[in-house]
């Protein structure tokens, strides 16, 4: 069951929204919580429901080794000093994410080094368990740091297993959400979260189900294993997979946001225009800023940060993205990317403190390309299906001199008549990949607006406002549910400058309005 499956959004989160609610109104509060823990973990069973007892006893450990180090009760100290305590507490969590995540790619790469023949049941990775595993390590050392205190299992628990974070994140911390979980204003039915969650998740589920989703296909088709391609089809290969992250991970965030809203929660922001970072570092505080911040504190920071020599600087930056490019998988294309990034974000510092500049479309143009071109790696399986896309991108003869017999029949087939017109007007792979790079010039136009922090929408929304909203989500379910359906794909532009505004005015609704002295 995920965000944008019918399963999710018309049985699932009503039920557990009104139950929640009800438990709310005849004041039982802590069943209330039980209530969302209990929904949570069918959540998440859903998926496979044998790592539910993994799920608690991590949970279970962590909060009482999290407890221990928050203790001040002289009889409840631990004899094991505090220190020792929170390495043996992060030591076990590692160990649990490194037997499931990276066990096969380690004996793998022994079998290929060394010629043997070790064999290992391959381990199918459980879902989430970087997000809750990483969550739960900030935790302990936030407690060891007395940053944190928690003392009541079903509010960790809950802190943890919350459904619009467990899947995928965002990382969270202890102390921005526990003040949410625990306020009264939380408890009761707010209309305008409500409006305001339905929105934002409807704008992230048809990201993900019209836009990424229709990206995938001339993605996944291009990262096939062994395609050829030429200047056209590796060109579009790649922007399409840059753009189908994009709107993926930013529907993800979207739906994220607007069902915890539905519960009055705020999830931190964790994706903000990636694509119109200027330099390489403005792209990582914008692109997953959650795991940015979590590998700043606990990683870099800790490796000396930049309280250093310039030499012991480059290297704790390229060390910190090597480590979060393997976060993200265990294989060496991942690895690879991380490095790559790492290498961009340390020519960054010497660009600066060379005192070099560069124009700002300059600053945009070179860093989406780097960004488009470490996707490669990202995606591709291997380091030479990688190189044929990236051979096929510089592949200039291939504009002109591309044959007609080349091009796949299905490229054609959609236009009749209409595609012997486009062949005779337009070159070759221009005509050949027309879809796709419509879609991508669209994009291209759509990452360019204005966000909500620069396009303000009224506090209080009018009807007009209301009605737009209810059937931007309207629009977006029936996409869920006929997903197929072509109709959407002339809309999508609408709606996603409209997405601009919404996902990012929602979060400025919160500071200004919910949080202001006078609410």
Known sequence: MTFSSPKFILIFLPIVFFVYFLLNRQRLITAGKWW????????????????????????????????????????????????????????????????????????????????????????????????????????????????????????????????????????????????????????????????????????????????????????????????????????????SYTFQLYFDFSGYCDMAIGAALLFNIWLPVNFNSPYKSLDIQDFWRRWHMTLSRYLRDYLYVPLGGNRCGRQRLYFNLMATFVLGGLWHGASWMFIIWGALHGGAIVTHRIWKLSGLSMPHWAGWFCTFMFVNVTWVFFRATSVPDAILILRGMIDFDSIRNLPTNLIPTANLAWGGTLSDQLLYLLPDGVAAHLWPISMIVVCLIIIRQKNAFELAIPLRPEKAQTLRMSIIFCLALYSTIQSNSSIFLFLFLRLLFYEKESVLSAYHFNVVYVHSPRH
């Open 36 to 239: 969302l823990v209990i929904a949570s973990l069918v959540f998440y069973g859903h998926w496979s429901a044998i790592y539910i007892p993994l799920l608690l006893l991590s949970i279970s450990f962590n909060f009482t080794v999290g407890k221990r180090l928050s203790s001040t009760d002289e009889n409840n100290v631990s004899t094991i000093p505090r220190k020792t305590l929170l390495c043996m507490g992060i030591g076990a969590n590692l160990i649990l994410l490194g037997y499931f995540k990276y066990t096969n790619f380690f004996i793998d790469n022994i079998n290929s080094t060394f010629g043997t023949n070790l064999f290992f049941e391959q381990i199918v990775l459980p879902l989430g368990i970087s997000f809750y595993t990483f969550t739960q390590i900030a935790f302990l050392v936030d407690c060891h740091r007395n940053l944190a205190k928690e003392y009541n299992f079903i509010n960790y628990a809950l802190f943890v297993t919350f459904f619009p974070h467990l899947i995928a994140g965002p990382i969270l911390h202890h102390k921005e959400m526990m003040s949410q979980f625990q306020s009264r204003w939380t408890l009761a039915i707010r209309h305008r979260n409500i409006m305001m969650g339905l929105s934002i998740f409807g704008i992230g589920l048809f990201k993900k189900v019209v836009i990424a989703d229709t990206l995938a296909v001339w993605a996944d088709a291009g990262f096939a294993s062994g395609v050829s391609h030429n200047f056209f089809s590796a060109w579009t290969t790649s922007l």
